[in-house]
């Protein structure tokens, strides 16, 4: 006859959960404590007590946020945006550690980064009074690296950037316009800003289903570089969109055999392996 271990398990299960719990009080007691030194500007010892309430309870949010902000004090930025990341990543709904996360980038000057999670955190809330006043603190920092950082290009690499810019503002039209200056600016047809700028160029023609713009740029950029993805992708993708399904099917395969892991072309290639069958069915 075997022995009733019901008793047992139910006395385990209560004992588990009994230290659980006194577990996450002490993590609270150690967590208030660094609350105390906190307000007195202690930050060194609120670290060391914050650390503490992390090593009992890791799972919990408020300690790694606490812990961020004394690391603000302390001036120790990285640690700071650490913190504030891990924060975010237990409680994505929390919004002080978007704050605090985006301080910390902000001292290390990753001023697009703290931009990224700052529009993170308006997306939780969108009034946040803290999250907004930092948005307009960081957005003129920006302004200013970005500036600082085309002023040191040659005149082909800056109308690439206004091109991309252009791009990303989904003003397909007029940074095709600009692409073509900056091709014309460059001093060879295939240098690595005329390169960029025809595959760019292509993108912008891809938007707009202008599909033997896209080809002949494609082509351009592939007659110096055979195995550039994205312009292998776009041409067999235009190709597609003409009908040219043998051709479309080539530069796709080419694609998936330099990295078959990107999607698009595996539902294309899946795709255009119908349309060439067909095809063939047809004659």
Known sequence: MLPDTTGALAATVFISTE??????????AKKNEGNEFFKKGKFAEAIEKYSDAITLDPTNHVYYSNRSAAFLGQLH?????DDGEKCVTLNPQFVKGYHRYALGLKGIK???KALEVLKAGQKVDFDNKDLNRLINEIEPLLAKVEHARRSGLNPSEQLKEQGNDLFKAASFEKAIEVYGEAINACEKDNSPVAISCYNNRAACHQQLSNFSAVIRDCSHVLEYDPENQKALLRRGLAYEGLERYRLALQDIRAVLALNPSIDIANKAQHRLGAAVRSLKEDK
Do not use: G
């Open 77 to 81: 930025y990285q640690d700071a945006a």
């Open 110 to 112: 990753q001023y697009a």
């Open 19 to 28: 230290m659980s719990s006194t577990t996450k009080t002490k993590a609270e």
